[in-house]
């Protein structure tokens, strides 16, 4: 476990952000196991479309502009809020991306998403490049390994509730490793958003 911690708040941001995707891949693909052979097919269905902002699809000439503002303002600015707190040296940023890993595996296990074809999706490792989901994630945790050494207040252990401030704001300096982490990410959220308006405006047609 302490090498896992180590590796999540190593001085290099791409062993951070490969150690975190490596975690999100195990609890992505076992919590999509484990939905498929248990849980109904579209059980989570109302609860997703309920996110879906009213309206986005009757405008899709800003669908991929309106998908890349959500993702920022819901995802990084969860992440970086995230970011400003660790219990020990681990960032609570990475919870963020990690959660929505499993989400994502349990929509996929159960075919809760909201455009969707009939039938449960069997586990297999090539959806990480059939569905736009994996890169989407891949982009937040790349937002979380950037800043996974800035938190401004530290929870010393999992029991003590009490926080302290080890930095200001005014004192956060990022790497230029962990600067073009950030912008990869910013990169890779607009491709995906890009993507993924393409793909429901080719459905609904």
């Avoid at 995802?75 to 809020?81: A, E, H, R």
């Avoid at 909201?114 to 959806?127: C, E, Q, S």
């Avoid at 962990?178 to 607009?190: I, Q």
């Amino acid at each position: 476990m302490g090498s896992i911690v180590g590796a999540l708040t190593h001085r290099d941001p791409v062993r951070r952000a490969i150690t975190a995707s490596a975690i999100a891949l195990v609890l992505w693909f076992g919590a999509w196991t484990i939905s498929y052979l248990v849980l109904a097919e579209g059980v989570l269905r109302d609860a997703m479309s309920s996110r879906v902002p009213d309206g986005i699809l009757q405008s899709p000439d800003s669908l991929a502009q309106t998908i890349f503002t959500w993702n920022l303002v819901f995802g990084v600015g969860s992440i970086v809020l995230g970011s400003f707190f660790a219990i020990g040296p681990l960032s609570l940023g990475y919870f963020a991306p990690w959660w929505w890993a499993l989400g994502y595996g349990v929509a996929l296990g159960t075919n809760s998403f909201v455009i969707t074809v009939p039938g449960k999706i069997a586990p297999r490792i090539d959806m990480l490049w059939e569905h736009i989901g994996a890169p989407e994630i891949l982009g937040y945790l790349l937002v979380a390994a950037a800043l996974a050494n800035i938190h401004i207040w530290r929870q010393r252990r999992l029991r003590d509730w009490k926080l302290a401030q080890v930095r200001r704001i005014a004192d956060i300096r990022l790497h230029w490793s962990e600067l073009a982490c950030f912008a990869a990410a910013l990169l890779v959220l607009a491709w995906t958003a890009h993507t993924e308006a393409a793909g429901v405006l080719a459905f609904i047609k």
